[in-house]
């Protein structure tokens, strides 16, 4: 009777097992970076630049004893104006919830960061307190903790990150101290009916010194 002689089984090598995690780590890693650096607002056109609109709405708010209404569209101008090379763009989705897009120069590479969350105004501080539900970077989904923990020092002057917060310095995005040279302060900001509701306080009076001081400039800018 013939027995069958089994082949011994050929051992795989372990440099090949080695080499096949290695590649599919590697191509992880490709898909990573290319949904991260695939920036979503790269060839998007920002607002056209207009400090103006908010500011004066700002003013007639102070003069009227009534809020200030600000459209997506007056806020996305006015945050060109002020961050002239990269500007953050803000989206009012129907919920009032808020979707803050900036680009950020991380070691001379420009990474579009997409946040959406809520936003109020911190009344002691005098700034706005941004809290984000979720973050992507490019395309690519990041835990929030995470991604501000990363950007933290890379953000648009005014920006800053404290604990799970973003705060925007007003201030520091109306190019100085506002409320000195116009007599108006801001004390409230609120997302209502997909507009930014900004309740001002101040001298009046001192408003419009500073709007009679400024004509000369303003007319330069139709000349």
């Known amino acids: 009777m013939l027995r069958m002689v089994e082949e011994p089984r050929k051992k795989k090598r372990p440099w090949l097992i080695v080499l096949s995690v290695l590649v599919g780590l590697f191509a992880l890693l490709g898909i990573f970076a290319l949904l991260a650096l695939n920036d979503p607002g790269r060839d998007s056109v920002p607002a056209n630049p207009d400090s103006g609109t908010v500011l004066t709405k700002l003013g007639a708010a102070a003069l009227n004893k009534e809020p200030a209404q600000i459209s997506e569209q007056e806020l996305n101008g006015f945050l060109s104006a002020s961050y002239k090379t990269m500007p953050p763009q803000c989206k009012i989705q129907p919920d009032n919830t808020l979707e803050l897009y900036m680009p950020v120069n991380y070691k001379g590479i420009r990474v579009g960061v997409t946040a959406h969350g809520s936003a109020a105004f911190d009344l002691s501080r005098q700034q706005l307190a941004l809290k984000f539900s979720s973050v992507r970077i490019g395309r690519l989904p990041v835990p929030t903790a995470f991604a501000l923990n990363l950007a933290k020092d890379y953000l648009p002057d005014g920006f800053f990150v404290e604990d799970d917060l973003v705060y925007l ?55």
Do not use: C, H, R
Not at 186 to 201: C, H, N, P, R
Not at 206 to 221: A, G, M, R, T, Y
């Open 169 to 223: 310095d007003t201030s520091a995005a109306m190019g100085g101290d506002y409320s000195s040279f116009t007599g108006i302060q801001i004390t409230g900001m609120e997302i209502f009916d997909q507009k930014l509701i900004v309740s001002v306080a101040g001298d009046p009076n001192k408003f419009k010194e500073f709007i009679v001081q400024s004509l000369p400039d303003l007319l330069k800018l139709f000349q």
